[in-house]
């Protein structure tokens, strides 16, 4: 199978995972890029991956030396070019919980000695799991589990891609996700008001995994979508069924009331240089000239129900 690129955010349980592929495949097929300092970043990336690099030169060392695993603390945007959005997973955490976690470790680790305050009020620490995955259709990723959910995640990622990792607890004793650590309300209220980007992102992939685990064992299963935008006016979207290579069909709403059925096999350029999967081929675009504005359009998989990422969307013409 193609090689698997884990964006490893930062305090997720990420280490878990990881360690689990090393296990599962063994760790001389897995490709580290943890930074150009750091002793785990694997020789090839430090070569390649660097200001004035040759990221072609890397990938082609990396399959030349039989990687199959490709992992680190970057941006998705990063290998976006070199391996297919459909390739890559990762794992979220409840942000404000991340954030405080992250800093802790900082304390622990680095001798950090501000307080909390000061750290996630620093931009970089702002919505930090959105940024990383900026640049890239992070709802088209291969799998997206939750670190609160650990272990169903797991299983879910396992009967997805034929693997068996094994459920580990690295780092879990000193940073417990059991036990949600202990904050003032006005801190809640900031660290949330901070992070609205990440809360949004981690609820929706909630969300998708509820729908990944309810549509397991049926013929379509679950749908990689969302809407993208107002054009000409046209509302357009895309939708990519895991399972299958037809086009799914799906049924819109306007408020609460049926409208149109279209099948997603329009082209998208951007989304094929992605690899977000049919070679581009899994657009949609209906027409919303005669509809309000602030009218509410809901795009659901015909199939099963499923919504797509963005629905309801409110028209803004």
């Not at 879990?172 to 949600?180: G, K, T």
């Not at 309300?185 to 929706?204: F, G, H, P, V």
Request: glycine fraction near 10%; aromatic fraction near 12%.
């Amino acid at each position: 199978m193609d090689p698997l690129i884990f964006i490893h955010i930062p305090k997720t349980a990420g280490t878990s995972f990881r360690l689990g592929m090393d296990a599962v495949i063994g760790e001389e097929r897995v490709c580290r890029d943890y930074g150009a300092s750091s002793v785990e970043t694997s020789p090839i990336v430090k070569q390649w991956v660097k200001p004035g690099g040759d990221l072609w030169q890397f990938g082609c060392a990396f399959r030349a030396a039989g990687y199959q695993f490709l992992t680190g603390h970057f941006h998705a945007i990063r290998y976006a070019g070199l391996f297919d959005v459909a390739q890559m997973v990762t794992f979220l955490r409840d942000p404000v919980q991340r954030v405080v976690s992250e800093y802790q470790h900082h304390v622990r680790n680095y001798g950090y000695q501000e307080p909390l305050e000061t750290f996630y009020r620093q931009k970089p620490n702002i919505n930090r799991q959105q940024r990383l995955l900026g640049g890239v259709p992070w709802v088209g990723l291969g799998f997206i589990g939750i670190t609160e959910r650990y272990a169903e995640s797991v299983g879910q990622f396992n009967r997805k891609f034929g693997f068996n990792v094994p459920i580990l607890d690295k780092n879990q004793s000193r940073d417990s996700i059991a036990e949600p650590y202990r904050l003032t309300e006005s801190q809640k209220t900031e660290l949330k008001r901070l992070n609205a980007e990440d809360i949004r992102l981690y609820r929706t992939a909630c969300e998708q995994l509820d729908w990944r685990i309810r549509l397991e064992g049926k013929e379509q299963g679950y749908v990689a979508g969302a809407f993208m935008r107002e054009e000409r006016g046209r509302l357009l979207g895309w939708a990519r069924a895991e399972r299958g290579d037809d086009p799914v069909v799906l049924r819109l709403h306007v408020d609460g009331k049926p409208f149109i059925e279209v099948k997603a096999c329009e082209y998208r350029p951007l989304l094929r240089e992605k690899g977000v999967g049919r070679g581009g081929f899994l657009g949609f675009s209906v027409d919303i000239t005669d509809l309000p504005k602030g009218a509410q359009v809901e795009c659901t998989v015909a199939e099963t129900g499923q919504p797509l990422v963005g629905s309801p969307w409110i028209l803004k013409k």
